[in-house]
Structures are given as structure tokens and as C-alpha cells.
């Protein structure tokens, strides 16, 4: 148990919908990064938020966005779905930049678009 | 680019030692690391090296690191049925947050 919890576990969405997606990080970690993993790869890194600002942004076209809040949870919303957006999104905390080496990863959302 | 390369598939026999390999690119990496992932799960962090070290031992995991060929390995020792899952080589970009991973190795235990 990592304590980084997602919500919801499956999702299934129609291509041209739009979709967010949670993340509750450990609590006292002010760094969340997002991750996509498609079936047989590994984890493909979207972007990463610091204090609530996003840091570092992966190769994701702008209809990928997210936020952070205060209380250590965030979101990533992704617009205009395709259906090569099929993946398992995962979120990772850390406790702050500094140690931004060791990443805690919640169990992921699975998102299906048909 | 980065790349970290991993064979897909590695099967050994319950208490034999296990052995997976994974090639980086990315010679500033100052970590690396390996994940385990098991079926519909997160990733959990196993294990992770700094750059200017040759080997870390934790229990019955060893991570050996070769600088120079920038080759990553992974010993578990004494491999048992609960270890079957898939391990996953990652190294970090700065200070991004960016891990950049393997396609995994799917590690089967045989009784």
C-alpha cells in the first residue's frame, strides 16, 4: 500500500467525450506526476505538478490537462477522447521536488474508449 | 532520445534466482529503478540505485549497475511463485519528474 488512491478503477467513454480522472496523493506530498500505460508498454509520463504549477510537461497534446490541489489530491482531464487514449492512467507522489526520485504510484485508471 | 531496453519475457523455477537485464541511454540518468507490476495493479517501487554506485542489496534483491555500458540488472534470490509479475527498468530525466521506462519483463514462476 503506497496510500495514493484513484478514482474511479474503470471508466468507459465514447470517442469525442471528455473525461477526469483523480488522484489522492500521500498526504504531506506536494509533487503528483501522471503517467499513461498502454496494454504492453511501459508507463509514458504526461506532465507533473508542483505546488499546484504545473513542472514538466511529457509529449501529450494540450487536450491532456491537469490540476492540483491544496489538499494533496489532482486530476487529469483529457478533452476530445480518441480511442488510442485507451490506457491505464497512473498517478505518482512524491514528497517534494527534492525527492522527486522516489515515486509512489496509486493502482491506476483503466479508461476505455470505444 | 531515451530509451531503456528490457527483454519480455524471462521464466525460471521456483527457489532458482532470477536475472533481469535492462539497457539506458541516458547517461546523466542519477537514478535508476525497478518497478514490479502485478496483473490490474499500480506499479510498486522494488528498489532504486544512484548513479555513482555499483550495487545495492535489499534482502533478497540486488541491482547491479554498469556505468560504462549503462547496463541495469536485477538478481532476486531464492524466486518464488509470488514474485510472477511484470519488472519494469525506469530511469529519471532531471528534475521533472520524467521516469522513463521499459516495455517490462514478464518474470513466470514455475513450481
Known amino acids: 500500500e503506497t496510500g495514493v488512491t484513484q478514482s474511479p478503477t474503470h471508466l468507459i467513454k465514447t470517442r469525442g467525450q471528455q473525461v477526469t480522472l483523480r488522484c489522492s496523493s500521500q498526504?504531506?506530498?506536494?509533487?503528483v506526476s501522471w503517467y499513461q500505460q498502454a496494454l504492453g508498454q511501459g508507463p509514458q509520463f504526461i506532465f507533473q505538478y508542483y505546488r499546484e504549477e504545473e513542472n514538466g510537461r511529457g509529449n501529450f497534446p494540450p487536450r491532456f490537462s491537469g490540476l492540483q490541489f491544496p489538499n494533496y489530491s489532482s486530476e487529469l482531464n483529457v478533452n476530445a477522447l480518441e480511442l488510442d487514449d485507451s490506457a491505464l492512467y497512473l498517478c505518482a507522489s512524491s514528497v517534494t521536488l527534492n525527492t522527486d526520485y522516489e515515486q509512489y504510484f496509486g493502482p491506476g485508471t483503466r479508461l476505455t474508449v470505444t | 532520445g531515451e530509451d531503456v531496453e528490457q527483454s519480455l519475457f524471462l521464466s525460471v523455477r521456483e527457489g532458482d534466482s532470477s536475472v533481469i537485464n535492462c539497457t539506458y541511454t541516458?547517461?546523466?540518468?542519477?537514478?535508476l529503478y525497478w518497478y514490479k507490476q502485478e496483473p490490474g495493479a499500480g506499479l510498486q517501487l522494488l528498489t532504486y540505485i544512484f548513479s555513482n554506485m555499483d550495487m545495492k542489496q535489499d534482502q533478497r534483491l540486488t541491482v547491479l549497475l554498469n556505468k560504462k555500458d549503462k547496463h541495469l540488472s536485477l538478481r532476486i534470490a531464492d524466486t518464488q511463485t509470488g514474485d510472477s509479475a511484470i519488472y519494469f527498468c525506469a530511469e529519471n530525466e532531471g528534475s521533472q519528474g520524467n521516469l522513463i521506462f521499459g516495455k517490462g519483463t514478464k518474470l513466470s514462476v514455475k513450481p
Open positions: 498526504s504531506g506530498h506536494n509533487t
Open positions: 541516458d547517461s546523466s540518468s542519477t537514478y
